[in-house]
């Protein structure tokens, strides 16, 4: 059983449009990641949300962290080709020592 | 400056050898990983390393094994590569919070 599950899996898109990427998990996370990973290269932070119900914005990127800090969401606005890649959510359960757990990720392609 | 840096950046080599993969962060986090990321994309952790004491070890075969000379160094020694083996891996990083700084990744071919 997948800890954290992304969906959608895939997404293709036109320049202009908006998307949102879900992560969920039954389990309460005392923090959570995204991160962004292109061809050939490592993945690469993006935030890190703490609280629960925090709100986070990277210029037309938007982090929400859940409530009940189960669950994340990540929309981007007006989409451009350049926000294609690979998203991943990461967190770690709380309580004792950060064991990281890595979502399937969401690849995201945004077309000209 | 490079702040997670791994080599080789490619790797391959024939079934049977021996091979290691280094890994150096000059940011002074405490805590250095590797993971495996397999052709599906999924990212799963393989160890992790905390003032040179690993704290995490998944059902990872007895063939890797990790070596911490030093804070900033977590180095990954494979024996007997077989087939399966063939992924991408990578070296990270973290402060406390959890936050990971990825390297640029080891492509690994067993041929």
């Known amino acids: 059983t997948q800890l954290l599950e992304q969906s959608p899996q895939f997404l293709s898109i036109q320049e202009g449009e908006n998307l949102t990427v879900y992560c969920n998990s039954s389990s309460v996370f005392s923090s959570l990641q995204w991160y962004r990973q292109e061809p050939g290269e490592g993945p690469v932070l993006l935030v890190t949300v703490v609280t629960g119900g925090e709100v986070k914005k990277l210029k037309r990127l938007t982090f929400q962290f859940g409530d009940a800090r189960k669950d994340s969401s990540l929309h981007i606005t007006a989409a451009q080709p350049g926000d294609t890649g690979l998203y991943l959510c990461?967190?770690?359960?709380?309580?004792?020592?950060?064991?990281?757990?890595f979502g399937r990720g969401t690849s995201l392609i945004v077309h000209p | 400056d490079t702040a997670v840096s791994q080599t080789p950046k490619y790797l391959v080599t024939q079934m049977g050898n021996d091979k290691s993969i280094k890994c150096e962060q000059n940011?002074?986090?405490?805590?250095m990983y590797w993971y495996k990321q397999d052709s599906k994309k999924f990212l799963k952790i393989m160890f992790s390393?905390?003032?040179?004491?690993?704290?995490i070890n998944e059902t990872v075969p007895n063939r890797f094994s990790p070596k911490s000379p030093d804070k900033a160094h977590l180095n990954l020694h494979i024996n007997s590569l077989e087939l399966g083996d063939s992924a991408v891996y990578f070296c990270a990083s973290s402060t406390l919070a959890g936050a990971q700084y990825f390297g640029p990744g080891t492509r690994l071919t067993v041929l």
């Open positions: 990461a967190g770690a359960k709380t309580g004792g020592s950060y064991i990281p757990t």
């Open positions: 390393y905390n003032n040179k004491e690993l704290i």
């Open positions: 940011l002074g986090h405490d805590t």
